[in-house]
């Protein structure tokens, strides 16, 4: 009989869109304080050299070149990850591992020229493993070397829209993008993805309630998941401007509930 494999399950979620401005940073800073709350850890990288996360999670700039994920793409990687504790006053679970805008433009350029280029982050993870439950990607908005990495990286995929026109068209492109890509880069298994979610949206806008429902009947036909819309709320702004979530920031405020069907559906791919 073969052993049962006690390996606890990770799960690696890249949160990619191709718009700029729709909660990519906001989700993951949001998703990584729910999740830890519910008792598991979580690793936060910031793949995007504009690195809005940091200031989300209300991180210091990293003060050592090690610490921030340009090393870790860097050839000369020594194994040793060095994460920063994040929101330490109410949460002991979350870890990131911070961008820095000069260094990651570098390593990106650099990489491109290097074999196995889109793999590097997946093989450091498979050489240097984490024992955290859940590692979440945050990424730039263009498609490029970054994005590649963190979606060859990946076991799940999230995908965050902003109800406009050209979402619409923005969404099946992406969409079309992920399938072309995985094929492209032969993963195996072929990263799951958990759903779309809508993203400042205000029910009293016509524009936005008559975008949603094609967005819905367009996942739909895709068979894919299409969570309830997270509201538009300055307040969602103003706590992550402070570098805090909503949950610490307004406790009470309505929108902290939009996150949680997608915690749920996270926690249900955990146990699988
Ligand atoms: N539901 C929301 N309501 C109000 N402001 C939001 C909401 N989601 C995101 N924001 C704000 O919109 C801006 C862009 O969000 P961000 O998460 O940085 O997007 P991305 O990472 O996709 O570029 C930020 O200032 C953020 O605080
Ligand atoms: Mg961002």
């Known amino acids: 009989m073969p052993l049962v494999d006690m390996q606890p399950r990770q799960i690696r979620i890249v949160i990619l869109s191709n718009a700029g401005g729709c909660g990519k940073s906001t989700l993951a800073s949001h998703l990584a304080y729910l999740l830890a709350r519910k008792k598991n850890t979580v690793v936060l990288f910031d793949l995007d050299p504009q690195g809005s996360l940091s200031v989300f999670c209300g991180l ?9 994920i340009s090393f870790v793409f860097d050839e000369e990687f020594d194994g040793q990850w060095r994460f920063k504790p994040v929101w330490t006053e109410y949460e002991s679970k979350i870890l990131a591992c911070q961008s820095e805008l000069i260094s ?6 650099s ?4 074999a196995r280029a889109e793999y590097r982050l997946k093989d450091r993870l498979e050489d240097y493993p984490l024992a955290q439950d859940i590692l979440i990607f945050d990424c730039p908005t263009t498609l490029g070397i970054l994005s ?4 060859a990286a990946s076991t799940h995929i999230l ?3 902003q109800l406009a026109a050209k979402s ?3 969404m099946t492109k992406l969409i079309d993008w992920i399938y072309k890509s995985c094929d492209e880069l032969r993963l195996k298994p072929v990263p799951k993805i958990i759903g779309v979610i809508p993203n400042l949206y205000e029910a009293k806008r016509a524009g936005h309630r008559n975008f949603d429902a094609v967005l819905r009947k367009i996942l739909r036909e895709e068979q894919l998941k299409y969570f309830p819309p997270i509201r538009n709320t300055s307040e969602l702004e103003n706590a992550s401007t402070r570098g805090k979530p909503l949950h610490v920031h307004r406790p009470t405020h309505k929108a902290c509930q939009d996150f949680e069907p ?5 926690i249900e791919y955990l146990k699988q």
């Open 111 to 114: 990489l491109e020229k290097q």
């Open 60 to 68: 210091e700039e990293p003060d050592d070149y090690k610490q921030t």
């Open 148 to 151: 590649v990495n963190a979606l």
């Open 262 to 266: 997608i915690v749920t559906e996270i």
């Open 159 to 161: 995908i965050p829209v």
């Open 168 to 170: 619409v068209d923005g």
């Open 104 to 109: 990651l433009l570098r390593e990106a350029k």
